[in-house]
């Protein structure tokens, strides 16, 4: 009975191990397909043409649409920043969805709003909008209050609204940079088969902000902060750059990222009965360029920047990674049949299959070894040496990936540019392997468990609002 017990529980750690070091290997190449890409980035996308760029009139309009809900102690710097783009043609349109607080109030006083007409086409359906406001200060300001029905719905909204044939989608919480509108349509000018293209997101908590921009780059005070910085250099500029190259990208973050408004139309728009409308668009994007057998691209861009704030506290960080791993479970259903099938190329072969084991299944797979490892262990079932081999394909070489993360954020970008918190994001990439990595994958196995009970909803997130000089 003991042998069998032993072979059993030899068989799961060897079947773990076996997983960790598949997850960080793949995540290793992804750095080195990284560094590839970044370097060729750097060399193709000079000022000077990106210049050209602002300067030629094939640059396509972009409608940028930023849904709002109980936003009041952000919005106005937020707009103020999209305002403030370097971009030849745009439109900003405002979706305020219902909010309970004084989101409206903000808008209308702060930019001069008076309600206008509503004569557009409305080929998505959406809950009634019930006024349409414009600015007196600004005559490519846009604001629909309407009925709330969730932030797909508003996206949805603001699509109806937008006059461009390219909408840009962006929380009303976050700050674009001046040239982040250019570089994100890059894509879409080298290639018009261009579907989407997103940016990358930081982390806005210990940046000073003037006038809706990021005038001073620095660490998060929070520890918690700080954690979640590594975590974001880890998974944009190693995995999502990699997984661009391939066109399996299955994500465009909901804080930043832009559509061909055609293309969004012919799906359907945003679908409003799941919490994770970003990967569930991207991949029903895929999906339906793949069946209609079109070319097309989905690209992530590296130095485009969206600045957002992210929580400071672990309520709120655990109802977010919760709803993350729910919505993950959630487009994997929906779309399941794409899983493995090789008409959908490399997102078919490769990027669902990959969400599948590492996503979704992950973190029962990593905490169950973590579990048993203990217990086997503490029983005298296991040989030590096997666990020292775990920990280090684990957590050593987990750590690995974090640091080859922040090196690449140094040798492509240097977005932090004091030594002090360089060292800090060096730090924090080996402390985040002792606990709060753990802590994150007990998270998401409740997200699993909350899925399986058709839990429904968002969860709340409280703003502090920027640091002002």
């Known amino acids: 009975m003991r042998a069998s017990i032993v072979a059993a529980l030899t068989a799961w750690d060897l079947a773990v191990l076996l997983y960790f070091v598949t997850i960080n290997t793949i995540y290793l190449l992804f750095c080195v397909v990284a560094f590839v890409q970044l370097r060729d980035y750097r060399r193709r996308w000079t000022p000077r043409r990106l210049d050209a760029v602002l300067q030629s009139p094939a640059t396509p309009g972009i409608s940028v649409i930023a849904p709002a809900y109980n936003e009041e102690a952000t919005i106005r710097e937020s707009l103020r920043s999209l305002l403030l783009l370097h971009y030849p043609q745009f439109e900003v349109i405002v979706v305020n969805d219902g909010s309970k607080d004084g989101t409206l109030r903000e808008l209308v006083t702060g930019f001069r709003l008076l309600r206008a007409p509503a004569g557009y086409d409305q080929p998505i359906a ?24 969730g932030k797909a719905d508003a996206i949805n909204a603001g699509i109806n609204a937008a006059r461009y044939p390219l909408v840009c989608v962006i929380d009303a919480d976050s700050l ?12 879409f000018i080298e290639d018009p088969s261009t579907l989407a293209a997103g940016g990358i997101i930081r982390i806005v908590n210990g940046c000073t902000v003037e006038a809706g921009r990021v005038t001073r780059v620095g660490m998060p005070r929070s520890w918690l902060a700080q954690l979640q910085a590594v975590e974001y250099l880890r998974a944009f500029l190693a995995g999502r750059v990699a997984q661009s190259a391939m066109n399996s990208l299955l994500i465009i973050s909901g ?56 929580p400071e506290s672990l309520g709120i960080l655990r109802n977010q990674r919760n709803r993350w791993q729910r919505g993950t479970l959630q487009v994997l259903s929906y779309h399941r049949g794409m ?31 973590y579990l048993v490892t203990i217990v086997a262990l503490a ?17 050593l070489y987990g750590t690995l990936i974090s640091l080859a993360s922040v090196l690449l954020e140094e040798l492509s970008f240097r977005r932090y540019p004091r030594l002090s918190d360089l060292l800090r994001l060096v730090a924090f ?13 007990w998270w998401r196995v409740r997200g699993i468990v909350d899925f399986l009970r058709n839990k429904q909803g968002w969860g709340t997130m409280t703003r502090k609002g920027f640091t002002q000089s």
């Not at 969400?355 to 029962?364: D, K, N, Q, Y």
């Not at 096997?386 to 394909?393: K, P």
């Not at 990439?429 to 994958?441: A, D, H, K, M, S």
Request: with cysteine; hydrophobic share 50%.
């Open 379 to 395: 029983l005298g079932l296991l040989d030590w040496r096997f666990a020292e081999l775990l920990f280090l394909a684990a957590v």
């Open 429 to 441: 990439g080996v402390i985040e392997n002792f606990g709060y990595r753990q802590l994150t994958t």
């Open 339 to 369: 899983i493995g099938r090789s008409r959908y190329g490399a997102v078919g072969l490769f990027a669902m299959p990959y969400f599948l084991i590492f996503e979704a299944a992950g973190p029962v797979i990593e905490l169950s070894g």
């Open 176 to 187: 674009l940079e001046d040239e982040a509108l250019t570089r994100a349509a890059l894509p």
């Open 255 to 310: 804080a930043f990222g832009i559509f061909r408004r055609d293309a969004v139309v012919a799906v359907g728009g945003f679908r409003h009965d799941t919490i994770g409308e970003d990967m569930e668009i991207v991949t029903r994007l895929h999906r339906w360029a793949r069946d209609a057998g079109r070319p097309y691209r989905i690209v992530f861009q590296p130095d485009p920047v969206c600045w957002t704030e992210v």
């Open 126 to 149: 959406t809950k009634p909008v019930q006024a349409v406001y414009r600015s007196l200060a600004n005559a490519d300001l846009v604001v629909l209050d309407k009925v709330n029905g």
